[in-house]
């Protein structure tokens, strides 16, 4: 999801039938590879499937974390979709809304 964005858990569980919690931090990296504040989108265990949150596509550009908290990678939202196989675009968060 865009980094404005907050999970909204009314629209998660809708959506995965299961209440948001986050990794406690000293099993991130056991099970994504990755060290907390890296986690990239991709290139994560097969097993772990790869969700887009609609809150991105509003951006030109968007900047996920490239494997650890210092670096980033600068990709389009379509270019991420493919790259990710993500399973699907999904919406999920609150806080980032444009006024109409």
């Not at 056991?30 to 509003?58: H, N, Y």
């Not at 389009?76 to 609150?94: F, S, Y």
């Amino acid at each position: 999801m865009a980094g404005d964005g907050k999970v909204n858990s009314s629209k998660f569980k809708s959506v995965f039938h299961t209440k948001p919690h986050m990794i406690p931090r000293d099993q991130v990296e056991d099970i994504t590879g990755f060290q907390p504040g890296g986690v990239c989108p991709f290139a994560v265990p097969a097993e772990i499937p790869i969700w887009l949150d609609v809150s991105m596509k509003r951006f030109e550009y968007v900047h996920p974390a490239a494997g650890n908290e210092f670096t980033s990678v600068k990709i389009t939202p379509d270019e991420l979709e493919e790259i990710t196989e993500t399973q699907g675009w999904c919406d999920v968060c609150k806080g980032w809304e444009e006024e109409e």
